[in-house]
């Protein structure tokens, strides 16, 4: 009987020798657990981290793109706006809108020195846009017969077209009419009305 008890009092102590064991061991696995799991807690924390610095980043970066997009329409604009301006200034009756139309004194068809300068300005229009040709319109006030005033105004049109030609501008680009009396620009009958009809001007060839 005292045999029995005995290896029954052996039987507990070893189980509880036993038990004791596996519990620390699971206290072990446990702990060597708990900083793995931490440690993916963290790696998932930085990883939202990262990701919001580079939405961040983006929306940062996105503006900037459109604000560059924006201005690049707004050069485009710009640029097509000044290429129709000078296309406009170009055709042959914008470039004849831009010459100065000189006079002269009753009865002559020298160029006077301050036509002389209008004329080198005119010069320097031409020049500058070969591919426009103009005719040149000799006109006269009322006085002398038609026949004679039809001359002269000839004779100061080939005056204008020469000075042009010693300035430069090719002669083949200018022709010349004479229109005498028949287009007055001022229908009355004084100096003042007569002295703006004697002149040259311009017109699309």
């Excluded at 990701?51 to 983006?58: G, H, I, S």
Aim: proline fraction near 2%.
């Amino acid at each position: 009987m005292k045999s029995k008890t005995l290896l029954a009092a052996v039987f507990v102590s070893a189980f509880a020798v036993i038990s004791t064991g596996c519990a620390s061991k699971k206290a072990d696995k446990a702990d060597a657990a708990a900083p793995v799991s931490e440690k993916k807690t963290e790696g998932k924390a930085d990883g939202k981290t990262e990701d919001k610095k580079n939405q961040e980043a983006v929306q940062q970066v996105q503006p900037n793109v459109e604000e560059v997009s924006r201005q690049e329409r707004i050069d485009a604009e710009k640029v097509k706006e000044e290429e129709a301006r000078k296309a406009a200034e170009s055709t042959p009756a914008a470039v004849v809108g831009k010459l100065e139309s000189i006079h002269f004194d009753f009865d002559k068809s020298d160029i006077k020195s301050d036509d002389g300068k209008i004329l080198a300005k005119n010069a320097e229009v031409l020049k500058a846009h070969p591919s426009v040709n103009v005719v040149i319109e000799g006109h006269c006030d009322e006085r002398g017969t038609a026949e004679y005033n039809l001359a002269l105004g000839e004779r100061r049109a080939s005056s204008a077209k020469k000075y042009l030609v010693s300035l430069g501008v090719e002669e083949t680009k200018l022709g010349t009419i004479s229109y005498g009396e028949e287009k007055p620009l001022d229908e009355g009958h004084n100096e003042t009305a007569w002295a703006k009809n004697r002149r040259a001007q311009f017109a699309e060839k």
